[in-house]
């Protein structure tokens, strides 16, 4: 099952994965990030301008005093950094496209909701999309996006198609008593959106999961890092990479429950 990062991003960027997202995953900086070819700065309302520069550390332009053990765990970090923010931009726009093709296919497929019905139910995901796009790229991190009720959302686009589904079984019912015909049943059109999960986006999802836990794995590497860099003097004693709230990503449960075998029988 995909991990969705911000989704996230945790990971919105970080999202639904095989059950329960691990409890070593749910970390992030609440920091903004903003990388460019000499350096990684680290800005926010509560934190004093933090830049890496090579195997430099500086506080609102003062160098801190590194060892060389200090100075080599400077230099990792910042490319690690470059590596998390490159892996949540990829993340991000995959899981992006994914959420709005999933999304259609409801609406057009599985419902067959033409006009204005149809971006009634796409238009919200659509524009949350644009705006984890926005908060995100390779070479900024806005941790604003940490905030997007990205779950939520799709429980309520959930939730709206599943009153919609509701409302076309009470008219095939009518169908049946009245003899109508009734070739294109709800069900059936629920079998052929779970294969196309499957089948046409399974190579996807298991890129994406892939990706996720390669971020997994890097977010662990400089929790470690930042760790050990706290005892330069000046250092940020909280350090630069928090964990993250779990209530935060709990409500991506829903969504997950629909990319799982099975799983939109169960929703509708």
Not at 63 to 68: E, I, K, P, R, V
Not at 154 to 177: G, N, Q, R, Y
Not at 205 to 226: P, T
Not at 245 to 264: A, M, N, Q, T
Request: with cysteine; hydrophobic share 45%; proline share 3%.
């Amino acid at each position: 099952m995909l991990k969705i990062c911000f989704f996230l991003f945790l990971v919105v960027v970080a999202g639904p994965s095989h059950g329960a997202l691990r409890k070593e995953c749910l970390l992030m900086s609440p920091y903004e990030i903003l990388i460019d070819e000499e350096q990684v700065a680290f800005n926010g309302q509560r934190l004093s301008s933090i830049i890496f520069r090579g195997n430099t550390i500086a506080q609102n332009g003062n160098y801190l005093n590194l060892d060389a053990s200090l100075a080599e765990k400077a230099f990792e970090f910042s490319a690690r950094v470059r590596r998390m923010v490159a892996l949540l931009a990829e993340l991000t726009e995959k899981n992006a496209v994914i959420a709005i093709d999933i999304t259609r296919k409801i609406s057009k497929s599985v419902l067959q909701l033409e006009g204005q019905e149809h971006q009634d139910l796409v238009q919200p995901v659509q524009e949350l999309v644009s705006v984890a796009r926005a908060h995100i790229s390779e070479n900024r991190f806005d941790p604003a996006v940490l905030e997007l009720e990205f779950g939520a959302l799709i429980a309520s686009v959930l939730e709206a198609a599943l009153d919609l589904a509701v409302s076309e079984t009470s008219t095939k019912m009518w169908s049946i008593f009245s003899d109508e015909p009734n070739d294109d049943s709800l069900e059936r059109r629920i079998t052929d959106f779970e294969f196309w999960l499957a089948n046409d986006l399974g190579k996807e999802m298991n890129e994406i999961e892939a990706k996720a836990d390669l971020l997994c794995l890097e977010l662990q590497h400089l929790a470690n890092l930042d760790r050990d860099l706290k005892a330069a003097h000046g250092y940020p004693a909280q350090g630069l990479i928090h964990k993250v709230e779990s209530g935060k990503i709990r409500s991506l449960d829903y969504f997950s429950k629909l990319l799982e075998p099975g799983g939109v029988g169960e929703i509708f």
